[in-house]
């Protein structure tokens, strides 16, 4: 298969394609982890935030290593594409984790509510939004070697 054809599939851009790809392949192992070690399936964690390993992480570290294949690793693309990764994985392993940890404690409070609850308590917020170190570096791991991968084989 030529580079052309590979370019094609989705969005006629080789790097977009192998980033999309190591958000595909992030989702599904995220579903194949929740099987494994829950023995349940959920489809729901295809399309999810949080859990292992760390899309987002993925994402840009795919992005960000074809970048560096594609245009050098010296080039401001690089520069640029490498920054922004580093920004969205410090904000999955903290931020985002920081607000999963605020929505147990407030679900906790809500679940113990003794009194009458009031209206904006009837939805249950999300935990899982963000990820620990070690998931956002699994995700980075995968991204990087889908980025380095994709673009040695394809390009």
């Given at each position: 298969m030529n580079v052309k054809n590979?370019?094609?599939v989705?969005?006629?851009?080789?790097?977009?394609?192998?980033?999309i790809l190591a958000w595909a392949m992030a989702q599904v192992?995220?579903?194949?982890?929740?099987?494994?070690?829950?023995?349940r399936w959920d489809w729901r964690h295809i399309l999810s935030s949080g859990g292992m390993p760390s899309s987002h992480s993925a994402f840009v570290c795919s992005c960000a290593?074809?970048?560096g294949m594609v245009e050098g690793f010296s080039t401001v693309t690089f520069a640029i594409a490498a920054v922004v990764a580093i920004v969205v994985m410090y904000d999955a392993s903290n931020v985002r984790r920081?607000?999963?940890?605020?929505?147990?404690?407030?679900?906790?409070?809500?679940?113990?509510?003794?009194e009458m609850r009031p209206e904006f308590f009837g939805k249950e917020l999300k935990e899982l939004l963000g990820h620990t170190p070690f998931q956002v570096l699994m995700?980075?791991?995968?991204?990087?070697?889908i980025g380095l991968g994709g673009v040695w084989l394809w390009g």
């Open positions: 590979v370019t094609d989705l969005t006629g851009n080789l790097i977009l394609n192998l980033s192992l995220k579903a194949l982890t929740v099987l494994i070690t829950k023995h290593a074809s970048v920081a607000a999963g940890e605020q929505a147990k404690i407030l679900n906790y409070m809500m679940d113990h509510w003794k995700g980075g791991l995968l991204g990087i070697a």
